[in-house]
Nanobody, 120 residues
């Protein structure tokens, strides 16, 4: 079974950069999409960026132009490069993978989350 492990979170000053990594253990052999979500205290978890099986990427308006999602299939790893960080970017960032299993339905896999704190 695929498991996800995030890393790269930390405390950074506004305007700084961080790169989050999410490494999957186990084999992803079907069609899949990947995404980063974040959740701030008292807020709902929301989509930050995603990359489809095709490689197409999408970003939330609040991070477009500042964040970049990428993947390295050989390393079973996805990344979120975050630049020009703002205090409102603070929260717990979760890696998410959705695997298309055809008739069995999608398998939805969440990482444990990594904390990002941006101070002003």
């Amino acid at each position: 079974q695929v498991q996800l492990a995030e890393s790269g979170g930390g405390v950074v000053q506004a305007g700084g950069s961080l790169r989050l990594s999410c490494t999957a253990s186990g084999s992803i052999i079907n069609r899949y999409s990947m995404a980063w979500y974040r959740q701030a205290p008292g807020k709902q978890r929301g989509l930050v960026a995603d990359v489809a099986y095709s490689g197409s990427t999408h970003y939330a308006d609040s991070v477009a132009g500042r964040f970049t999602i990428s993947r390295d299939t050989s390393k079973k790893t996805i990344y979120l490069q975050m630049a020009n960080l703002m205090p409102e970017d603070s929260g717990t960032y979760y890696c998410y993978v959705e695997v298309d299993r055809g008739v069995l339905g999608p398998q939805m896999i969440w990482g444990q989350g990594t904390q990002v704190t941006v101070s002003s």
